[in-house]
């Protein structure tokens, strides 16, 4: 997780875990206004100011749980995953600059003969900002002499890599949902827990306790988060006793996805264009929201999650498929309904976890004797990964893959630094692997552990994988009864 706070992480997995226990009992509608004041009973507060307030967060965190925007801070429902709680949000700090101690209260008053808003008067010891006034211009950080005025960017803010976060008048933080590329990673740099995504656990859970052929699909970046001993057979048996019919290895999507790809690359090359990947989400709204003008580029082939779903359709047309993994940017993915045979609803691992705890579920150990996808398929979670996995399939049809360049990029500094290089004309490389997170989807903003954290046991369980090839091993799925592209 990318916060230490472990007090918001506990309030919102336990939101989800009361959610998950109501819905799977049948009686959500009737009791979700009892969570807020079980979870918060009495009058005394835990984490905030009162006990009301409190309870205001937790009840707009059900909202999220069941799909649905906040409306403490008149919010009209929106497509986009990601929220902000305007009731936790108000906890911020509204003043973007702030007069440290180096503030001397100098004769010239540099600072406030800057300010064209008479936001700033003389205090006792040093300068004051007010907030209610400030428009947070920065006039009177550039004049002082001391460099007394911090520049306080917010948490949410900072970590924002394409600028789609602003404040109201009353300085609660705003979505641009025209710049916003769903990428997760204002989520856990909020340090009051303003910042969520919405659910999909309460559909998942009723489509299960409706008798659906509900079938899990697990990221290739989930293989080795809960340890060396917790295989992906271990995951199907979870997951078969939550209710769902069957869980599938998105690694095998992987494969899918590399071959196609990898036809894509091979076209492009002996045609002199260059191409980007297209299984990050976030990665591919960067592109369109972004650098439209390279919206060409972008390869045509769907997403793993896409190729395994349309896989599992194609063979029981009224099954409902659902990702799991570290990953927001797919809750936006399974909304574009222009892509046929998407997934049905995306999950966090944590969500997931929630619907375990509620079923008094446990992981537990088993053989690693089961292997759907490729070593490569179960790499494509990592940076790099994709490039493997699509070079590999390139060289079993034979094609010299030597003189081929990739710009492998993990994070969004290193793929807004390519695609401004790519816009140019000035990329050296022949193709492009875009992945938003650092490290690859194993860096994601909802994993359960830190990719440092649970690398020796994923790559202990990958080391079991045998060393089948990738179109060797999609050829046992029957690839012809779906298309791989857009």
């Not at 507060?45 to 009162?50: A, G, L």
């Not at 949000?89 to 010239?108: P, Q």
């Not at 997951?239 to 599938?248: A, N, T, V, Y």
Request: proline content about 4%; some cysteine; charged content about 30%.
């Amino acid at each position: 997780m990318l916060t230490n706070d472990a007090t918001i992480l506990k309030i919102k997995h336990e939101v989800n875990y009361e959610v998950a226990k109501l819905a799977f009992d049948g009686t959500f509608e009737e009791k979700k206004d009892e969570i807020p004041f079980k979870m918060i009973p009495g009058l005394r507060p835990k984490f905030r100011c009162c006990v009301y307030k409190e309870r205001e967060i937790i009840r707009q965190r059900i909202r999220l749980a069941e799909g649905l925007c906040p409306n403490d801070n008149g919010q009209s429902e929106s497509d986009n995953i990601i929220q902000v709680i305007g009731s936790a949000c108000a906890d911020c700090a509204l003043s973007h600059y702030i007069v440290t101690d180096n503030c001397r209260k100098c004769m010239a008053k540099a600072c406030q003969q800057a300010c064209k808003f008479g936001a700033i008067s003389m205090g006792r010891d040093r300068a004051y900002i007010e907030p209610d006034k400030c428009k947070e211009c920065g006039m009177c950080a550039k004049a002082c002499p001391y460099n007394a005025i911090a520049d306080l960017i917010r948490p949410c803010k900072l970590a924002c890599p394409v600028g789609a976060i602003n404040m109201d008048e009353n300085g609660i933080c705003v979505i641009d949902d025209e710049k916003c590329i769903r990428c997760g990673k204002c989520i856990h740099r909020c340090p009051f827990g303003a910042i969520g995504s919405k659910s999909d656990i309460v559909s998942v859970i009723n489509d299960i306790r409706d008798g659906k052929n509900v079938i899990a699909m697990f990221a290739p970046a989930v293989e080795g988060q809960f340890g060396a001993d917790i295989s992906m057979s271990s995951i199907r048996t979870a997951c078969k006793k939550l209710g769902f019919s069957d869980m599938i290895e998105v690694g095998l999507g992987g494969d899918f996805t590399a071959a196609s790809e990898a036809d894509e690359w091979i076209e492009a090359y002996e045609s002199g264009k260059k191409k980007t990947t297209s299984c990050c989400p976030a990665f591919v709204n960067m592109i369109k929201k972004h650098f439209p003008e390279l919206s060409g580029y972008i390869s045509t082939t769907v997403s793993p999650m896409c190729a395994v779903s349309r896989m599992l359709k194609a063979k029981y047309p009224d099954c409902v498929t659902v990702f799991v993994g570290p990953c927001i940017a797919k809750k936006d993915e399974v909304l574009d309904k222009s892509v046929q045979g998407n997934a049905d609803y995306a999950l966090t691992i944590g969500e997931f976890r929630s619907m375990m705890k509620a079923k008094k579920v446990v992981f537990e150990s088993e053989e690693n004797d089961t292997q759907q996808a490729s070593v490569f398929g179960k790499r494509f979670g990592n940076g790099g990964g994709v490039t493997s996995a699509v070079l590999k399939s390139m060289e079993e049809v034979g094609f010299d893959t030597e003189e081929l360049k990739v710009e492998k990029c993990a994070g969004a500094d290193q793929c807004k630094r390519a695609l401004l290089l790519l816009k140019a004309g000035k990329l050296p490389a022949d193709f492009i692997e875009g992945m938003m997170c650092e490290g690859g989807c194993v860096g994601g903003p909802s994993q359960h552990k830190s990719e440092t954290a649970f690398k020796k046991d994923r790559d202990f369980l990958i080391s079991e994988a045998d060393d089948r090839g990738v179109r060797e091993n999609i050829s046992n799925f029957n690839p012809d009864s779906f298309t791989m592209h857009r």
